[in-house]
Antibody, heavy 122, light 110 residues
Framework: QVTLRESGPALVKPTQTLTLTCTFSGFSLSTSGMCVSWIRQPPGKALEWLARIDWDDDKYYSTSLKTRLTISKDTSKNQVVLTMTNMDPVDTATYYC??????????????WGQGILVTVSS | QSVLTQPPSASGTPGQRVTISCSGSISNIGSETVNWYQQLPGTAPKLLIYSNNQRPSGVPDRFSGSKSGTSASLAISGLQSEDEADYYCATWDDRLNGFVFGTGTKVTVL
């Protein structure tokens, strides 16, 4: 059974750096074709993809946020970490991590973690 | 902001068929396969359709997907009350070199 769980602070102050950890089980990020993505959803709004890291350590970022994001993995711990700098109240959202399969380009998210609500406020 | 356009809402009575559209461009839907996600109230999204028209194990065959050119569609036949949810399309965008989501459609069962 594949599971993912997000962890990190529920509250951060403006200008601070957010660090989120995705801990997963049931698959290995060293297996060809396996990836993990981060996606967020502001309250009442649509989903927004943030970043993806692949089994071979290739990394992809949202064009609009790439200067603020860093994604990394620790294969031995089955963890993926996302950092987002210079947090702003508009970054208040539920942040999800999801296993990402990319069989031949494209790809899909399955399954998703339960999500973690991060509020940015002073 | 979302790159793929969906109608904000759709509705039907139990048993009816509802269709949701997803409009994109040559760099995303026109080049890649489309996936659909269902988000029940207060829960994380769940994969509903992948590779345009494939259903993961456990997804009822009432749900079907299709793609033509730069648009895709999700159809729900035999609508049930438990289908009330938000639905999102998504795909890879070759120009942006990243995933893109639709604007989301809220389905209401009348």
């Amino acid at each position: 059974q594949v599971t993912l769980r997000e962890s990190g602070p529920a509250l951060v102050k403006p200008t601070q750096t957010l660090t989120l950890t995705c801990t997963f089980s049931g698959f290995s990020l060293s297996t060809s074709g396996m990836c993990v993505s981060w996606i967020r959803q502001p309250p009442g709004k649509a989903l927004e993809w943030l970043a993806r890291i692949d089994w071979d350590d290739d990394k992809y970022y949202s064009t609009s946020l790439k200067t603020r994001l860093t994604i990394s993995k620790d294969t031995s711990k089955n963890q993926v970490v996302l950092t987002m700098t210079n947090m702003d109240p508009v970054d208040t959202a539920t942040y999800y991590c999801a296993r990402t399969k990319v069989p031949a380009g494209g790809g899909w998210f399955d399954p998703w973690g339960q999500g973690i609500l991060v509020t940015v406020s002073s | 902001q979302s790159v793929l356009t969906q109608p904000p809402s759709a509705s039907g009575t139990p048993g009816q068929r509802v269709t949701i559209s997803c409009s994109g461009s040559i760099s995303n839907i026109g080049s890649e396969t489309v996936n659909w996600y269902q988000q029940l109230p207060g829960t994380a999204p769940k994969l509903l359709i992948y590779s345009n028209n494939q259903r993961p194990s456990g997804v009822p065959d009432r749900f079907s997907g299709s793609k033509s050119g730069t648009s895709a569609s999700l159809a729900i036949s035999g609508l049930q009350s438990e289908d009330e949810a938000d639905y999102y399309c998504a795909t890879w965008d070759d120009r942006l070199n990243g995933f893109v989501f639709g604007t989301g459609t809220k389905v209401t069962v009348l």
